[in-house]
């Protein structure tokens, strides 16, 4: 007959703890074997930061020229009345409108900012297309005004010709 072998309350208590450490010890020796040649995500992210501050004060100076640049375009659109333009102006505000929506498009910034400026371009190009309208009304509006006083003189004449006419009748019945 074999005997049993039993563990006192305590060995057990040691016989535990040893293989808790065993087991904390293999995840070491095994996390040290398979993550050895893993880089860490947190070790570039000094570098990371430093160019997106670069990159933010460079968008940042850019912007400053765009801000000159979206003012002027829109100052010239503004001052457009109910005239039309001249062509000139057109073609300095089209290409104010232009330079707007390209102004970052070929940067490679990943600012998000940078969204707005083509976005700024379209609002330009339909207010610029609205005072195009706007004049081109008005010159309907004031070239109607001419036709109508035109016929208005026109009507007046032939009116005073009838009443001539009608005189002239009437005296030559009597």
């Not at 072998?5 to 995840?27: C, D, P, V």
């Not at 016929?151 to 032939?158: A, D, M, Q, R, V």
């Amino acid at each position: 007959m074999q005997g049993q072998i039993t563990l006192s309350k305590k060995e057990r208590h040691y016989q535990f703890l040893y293989l808790i450490l065993m087991l904390l010890a293999a995840l070491i020796f095994l996390g040290i074997i398979f993550l050895k040649g893993f880089e860490s995500p947190f070790s570039d992210e000094d570098i990371i930061s430093i160019r997106n501050l670069e990159e933010k004060t460079k968008f940042d100076q850019e912007q400053k020229f765009t801000y000159k640049l979206m003012d002027s375009t829109f100052s010239q659109i503004n001052r457009l009345t109910d005239q039309p333009p001249q062509p000139f102006t057109e073609n300095n505000i089209m290409n104010g409108i232009n330079d707007v929506a390209n102004q970052l498009a070929n940067d490679n910034t990943t600012d998000i900012r940078k969204d707005a400026f083509p976005q700024i371009a379209k609002f330009y190009k339909m207010y610029f297309d609205d005072k195009k309208i706007i004049s081109s009304k008005t010159e309907n509006i004031k070239s109607f005004q001419k036709q109508f006083e035109e016929c208005s003189i026109g009507f007046k004449e032939k009116k005073n010709q009838l009443f001539q006419r009608e005189t002239a009748l009437k005296s030559r019945t009597q």
